[in-house]
């Protein structure tokens, strides 16, 4: 019999107030579900979450020229930089043991190649340099000034010295200035030569061929989930069929059969001829720029923007329509009025899907787009396999995160994530 005075305490079976007992079991039930996705916590955490922390980091860190010419560091910071004149016979000294004991265990190349981002030529003369390097007597040869400069011309150029004390600090702001077509210089920040300013255009087309690639999405892939979402079951089975069959085909065989087909004398084109759409000497170019990437990745993608909406048609009683009808709404008006309100968040899902997934492509903007179709992605790909630059490749993928999380963020506050629904 429980209790009902007011200072009464409602005990469980054991003799636990029930308060007590009920917060235990709230607790033992949280940590039994912790322990249970814990595996895929840490999975995660290790092969996800590190990695990408750990590359977006070298967007900053700037350490191998300190760690490989600590004494040059040293010495330099006391040398006016903006005077025009070369450091004194102290850092000259400094440096030749710096690329001495860096040449002895083989670690000149990496500054070397470090400070070559900055200035084309500057490898060479780091290892021509550390090759007779190997050879001097730190306590007997000298005056080292006058040794280096023989060695290299480049070691009497200000510029040089100016590169290594501009970059000699831990961390850096270099390779964002350099993602945003800038670099930093002894006098601060300066926009790079025109010859060289190729990112801001790729981050610009990126974004603007993203949008294109979602919106053409939109506009094929609505009639197709509004088929399946009010055709009879056979049939919306079989077209939804076609809609997945992409799916089970290679990405790089679907990308390398449009290379096949948008070329000039490929399908597309011999089908226009023969049509005589256009005339046999005047054969459109669809591949290798804009048009081909636009075209391949609309196809690649258009499975995403239609899956989101078809769940969420699906869920639009076809009463509604019937409603709007009886009470005098034309065709047109009951759809836009009644349905297409309704589609709104699953457009919006398949949106972000898409755009997200755009913005992101590597594959299919390298094999058809060309110099003129490839995105910013394949700039970073570049820098990261070919010329190992893996700060400005970290610092090109942050901007372009903080471009997404902005631009997701926008869609926020316009239309309201909230109002993203796959689907129930």
């Not at 070397?112 to 550390?130: D, V």
């Not at 090759?131 to 290299?152: Q, S």
């Not at 990745?297 to 499975?303: D, E, G, R, V, Y």
Request: glycine share 6%.
């Amino acid at each position: 019999m429980v209790n009902s005075s007011p200072n009464s305490t409602l005990l469980s079976a054991d003799g636990t107030p029930l308060k007590k007992s009920l917060s235990r079991s709230l607790r033992q039930q949280k940590i039994r579900a912790l322990l249970l996705i814990s595996p895929l916590l840490i999975f995660i955490l290790v092969a996800f979450i590190m990695p990408i922390v750990s590359m977006l980091s070298r967007s900053v860190e700037n350490d191998l020229v300190s760690q490989t010419l600590p004494a040059t560091v040293s010495a330099i910071q006391s040398w006016d930089a903006l005077s025009g004149e070369l450091p004194d016979e102290l850092v000259y000294k400094a440096f030749a043991q710096d690329i001495q004991n860096a040449a002895k265990v083989k670690v000149h190349t990496k500054v070397a190649l470090r400070l070559n981002y900055e200035k084309s030529g500057i490898a060479s003369l780091f290892k021509k340099t550390a090759r007779k390097a190997k050879k001097w007597d730190m306590e007997t040869d000298g005056p080292f000034k006058e040794k280096l400069i023989k060695v290299h011309k480049g070691w009497g150029e200000v510029e040089v010295w100016q590169i290594i004390k501009t970059h000699s600090p831990r961390y850096t702001s270099g390779y964002f200035l350099n993602a945003i077509d800038m670099r930093k210089t002894a006098e601060g920040a300066d926009f790079q030569p025109e010859d060289k300013t190729i990112l801001i255009k790729l981050f610009q087309r990126t974004l603007v061929m993203s949008l294109i690639i979602t919106f053409s999405c939109i506009l094929l892939g609505y009639p197709v989930a509004w088929l399946l979402a009010n055709l009879p079951m056979r049939q919306a089975n079989l077209l939804m069929i076609l809609v997945l069959l992409p799916f089970w085909t290679s990405l790089l065989v679907r990308t390398s059969a449009w290379k096949v087909m948008l070329q000039q004398q490929g399908v597309i084109n011999d089908i226009l001829v023969q049509l005589s759409l256009v005339s046999d000497d005047a054969r459109l170019i669809m591949i290798n720029n804009e048009i081909g990437t636009i075209v391949a990745m609309t196809h690649i993608l258009l499975p995403f923007m239609i899956l989101p909406m078809y769940s969420v048609m699906q869920t639009i009683p076809p009463s509604y329509l019937r409603a709007a009808k009886s009470l005098g709404a034309t065709n047109w008006t009951a759809f836009w009025r009644v349905y297409f309100p309704q589609s709104i968040p699953g457009i919006g899902a398949g949106s972000i899907l898409v755009f997200i997934l755009a913005i992101g492509y590597y594959i299919t903007p390298e094999i058809v787009g060309g110099t003129k179709g490839v995105f910013i992605s394949n700039r970073i790909a570049y820098h990261i396999l070919k010329s190992l630059n893996w700060g400005l490749a970290a610092a090109l993928g942050t901007i372009l995160l903080v471009a997404v999380l902005i631009l997701y963020w926008t869609y926020d506050k316009i239309v309201g994530i909230d109002n993203v629904k796959l689907g129930g």
